[in-house]
Every structure is written in structure tokens, then in C-alpha cells.
């Protein structure tokens, strides 16, 4: 298609320039030039011709002549694009004194000069010279203002200092000036520094803004309503927080594990299991399963009903399985909470299930099992390795392998288990 194109537009200009010669050739036109008894006549085709000529000529003459002294701006321009590119490979390779060396010489060319010193900036901070950071941010401050504060809250918050990354960004979010980059930094460290009303402030127009994902923005989200749930003074406070949240907040599993948990501290046991149980027939949630066990209340025969039922659906989930576990120590069913405590620790092992399977031991008055389980608790939650419980006197072993179950989608097709 494209030579067709190209056919064509030659077609047009040969006959653009048959017509135009023989428009010039019926009169060609008459220049004359007269200087100082100096006289010059041709064609207007012919003038046309010599002033493109010497127009190329001079032309010509001036690079030469510029050459010579364009070539050490040109060899300034290729050096200071190698330090940028070596600066920043540098920084992604963790070697940060290279970095900003590098980035330093780089930024002594004008198109580079910001860049290159709000990098040389996150390199020092990397490296623990907040004042070296500093004084690079003040210099990219002239060109980049808005980076340039946004950099400087977040070496501010690393620095412990969130209270006054908070003041540095609080104008800007105060007149909705703030980049998506400076609404993330003020919402953490509003949340580091205790103020979680001004965190969640920031994440409305960090949502519309779509810059960080749907994944990023609902972890900060989670972190922030978490947080300023857990941060109620009083049962009053947490209600009317709660009551103030969007419909889609209240959804989110980490805000309602925190509403509940807060909640049943203040004993309002009932509300909270309310929005734990409804979000659970909204959406599957291992962490609202292990919430709904540790909440207390007088009514465990019920929630373990509850809880059992749940178990043909969902028979590997290793929340479930703790939570059901642990609802049984409570009731003193030491050889039920053993076998789903097993069956929990089996199919992903933590330190919870280790430390209630050490309470059923100890309910038992086995004290060696169960300080064997308490320290394979601690070393879980250090990251060592855990010592597995002895199988003597044990009729038969445990199954813990997982059992198959056939899922379907909303529309009722089969599909693979996640």
C-alpha cells in the first residue's frame, strides 16, 4: 500500500514540474543587477538556482567553521549521558557511592542537571547522607520543585522525621497540588506519625490518580484503614468511624479484621462477629477465618457448628483448619483441636498453630510436647527450623495430604483449584 503511495505522489510532482517548466519556459523572466558600474542580468530561474547555491555554500562554510568548537559540547553532551546511564545502573545495583558520583558529573549538563541530582539525592539517602541528599535536593529544587519535595519528604520519613515530611507536603495536599508520588508519601507518613486522618485524606485522590495499580493502592488502603481503625480511643469513636468509611472500605478484609478485633476489645463482641460472618458469605477470606477464632464470646458451640460447616467447601484452607482448632482448645476437645491443628500446621505451617497446639498439650498435662511446641513457635517467628512432634503411641497417622474438592465458577463451570 505504501509503494502505491509513493507512485502516486511521484506521478503528481512529474507533472507539477512539466506544467511549471513549461509555465517558466513561455517567460522565463529578467534580473538585473547593477552595482558600482558592475552589471549582472540572467533568467529569474537561473537567480533563484545561484541563491540556493550560495546559500548551501555559506551554510557549508559556517559548520566548518562552528565544528571545531561544537565538538567539545558534543563530547560534553556523550559523557554526561554515559555518567547518567552508568549513575543509574549503579543505583539499581545497590553500589550507591558510585551512583552518585556519577550522577554529580552527569548533572553538570543543563538537560540532565535535574534528573541527575534527584537520583544522586535517593543514592545519598540510600547510603545513609541524609545531608548530602539534602543539598542535592536543594540544588534540583530550582528545576524539579515539586520532585524535589516529594524526594525530600521521603528521605525525611526514613529518617524517623514523618512528623515533618508530613508538614513539608501538608500545603500542597492542603490546595490539592500534590503529585501521586507526594499523596503516598503523605499518607505514610501520616501513618507513621500517628495521624491517620490526614492518611486517609490522601487516598481518594491517590485512587483517581490510577498511578500506583489496583494492587499497589489496595495495600496502602488496607494499611491505612488498619490503622485508623485500630487507633479509635473508644467504642463511640470506632462506631462512628466505621459508620463513616464508603461502602467499598468496609469490604476490605484488613479493614474489618481490624473494626472486629478493636471492637470486641471494647466488648461489643456481637457487632464485630456480625461483619466478620457477613463478609465471609460476601467473599471467601483466610484472614477473616482467623479472625472469627480469636474473637471471644460465650457462644462457641454455635460459631464452631458455623465454622465445621464451612469445612466441606473450603477442606485445605490452613486458616480454617486453625481456627477450628483453636475453637476447640477453648472447649477443652483436645483430640479434635489435635487433628485439625495437624492437619493446619501440615498444609502451612505458622507460629499460631504451633502455640495453640502447645495449649493443647499443656491442657493435656503434657508438658515436654507442649514446650516443644512453644519453642517451635518461637523459631518458626525467627525464621529457623522447627522440630517435628514424635509419632510414638499413635494408632494410626494423620492424613495431611489435601484433599481434592471441584470448583465452579459463578456460571457453574469446572475449573482448577487455586
Known amino acids: 500500500m505504501k509503494l502505491w503511495r509513493w507512485i502516486l505522489l511521484l506521478v503528481i510532482l512529474a507533472a507539477l514540474a512539466a506544467f511549471g517548466w513549461h509555465w517558466v519556459a513561455a517567460d522565463p523572466g529578467y534580473v538585473m543587477v547593477q552595482l558600482r558600474g558592475w552589471q549582472a542580468e540572467t533568467t529569474v530561474v537561473a537567480a533563484v538556482i545561484l541563491l540556493l547555491v550560495a546559500w548551501g555554500l555559506l551554510s557549508a562554510l559556517w559548520f566548518l567553521l562552528r565544528w571545531p568548537f561544537g565538538a567539545f559540547s558534543r563530547r560534553h553532551r556523550r559523557i554526561s549521558r554515559q555518567r547518567m546511564r552508568e549513575g543509574l545502573i549503579a543505583l539499581m545495583e545497590g553500589r ?13 549538563l543543563g538537560s540532565l542537571r535535574a534528573p541527575a541530582l534527584l537520583a544522586a539525592a535517593e543514592a545519598a539517602s540510600r547510603r545513609g547522607e541524609n545531608g548530602r541528599a539534602f543539598a542535592a535536593l536543594d540544588e534540583a529544587g530550582q528545576d524539579a520543585p515539586r520532585a524535589a519535595r516529594v524526594l525530600r519528604a521521603r528521605v525525611l520519613r526514613r529518617d524517623g522525621k514523618a512528623a515533618e515530611a508530613v508538614n513539608l507536603l501538608a ?21 507513621a506519625s ?16 490510577g498511578a500506583f495499580g489496583i494492587r499497589g493502592f489496595a495495600a496502602l488502603e488496607a494499611q491505612v484503614l488498619a490503622a485508623a481503625l485500630r487507633a479509635a480511643p473508644d467504642a463511640a469513636s470506632l462506631n462512628t468511624l466505621w459508620s463513616q468509611l464508603p461502602k467499598a472500605q468496609r469490604r476490605v478484609p484488613a479493614a474489618i479484621d481490624a473494626y472486629a478485633r478493636r471492637a470486641a476489645a471494647f466488648g461489643m463482641v456481637l457487632p464485630a462477629m456480625d461483619e466478620v460472618e457477613s463478609a465471609l458469605r460476601r467473599e471467601w477470606s483466610p484472614l ?8 471471644g ?12 460447616s464451612w469445612l466441606d467447601a473450603h477442606p485445605n484452607d490452613a486458616a480454617l483448619l486453625l481456627t477450628l482448632g483453636r475453637m476447640c482448645a477453648r472447649m477443652k476437645l483436645w483430640g479434635k483441636a489435635s487433628k485439625f491443628l495437624e492437619r493446619s500446621l501440615a498444609l502451612s505451617p505458622t507460629s499460631a498453630a504451633w502455640e495453640v497446639l502447645g495449649d493443647v498439650h499443656a491442657g493435656q ?5 507442649a514446650q516443644r511446641c512453644y519453642r517451635n513457635a518461637l523459631a518458626l517467628a525467627r525464621g529457623e527450623s522447627v522440630e517435628p512432634l514424635p509419632q510414638d503411641g499413635r494408632s494410626t497417622k494423620l492424613d495431611t495430604r489435601p484433599i481434592a474438592v471441584e470448583e465452579r465458577s459463578e456460571h457453574g463451570v469446572p475449573r482448577l483449584p487455586e
Open 96 to 108: 550507591h557511592g558510585d551512583a552518585e558520583r556519577d550522577l554529580h558529573r552527569a548533572s553538570r
Open 171 to 191: 500545603p500542597e495536599a492542603d490546595s490539592n497540588l500534590l503529585t501521586p508520588g507526594g499523596w503516598r508519601e503523605l499518607a505514610l507518613a501520616s501513618l
Open 194 to 209: 500517628g495521624d491517620t486522618r490526614r492518611a486517609r485524606q490522601a487516598l481518594e485522590p491517590l485512587q483517581k490518580s
Open 288 to 295: 477473616l477465618i482467623e479472625t472469627y477464632g480469636a474473637l
Open 297 to 308: 464470646g460465650g457462644d462457641l458451640e454455635a460459631r464452631l457448628r458455623r465454622a465445621e
Open 365 to 369: 498435662n503434657d508438658a515436654a510436647l
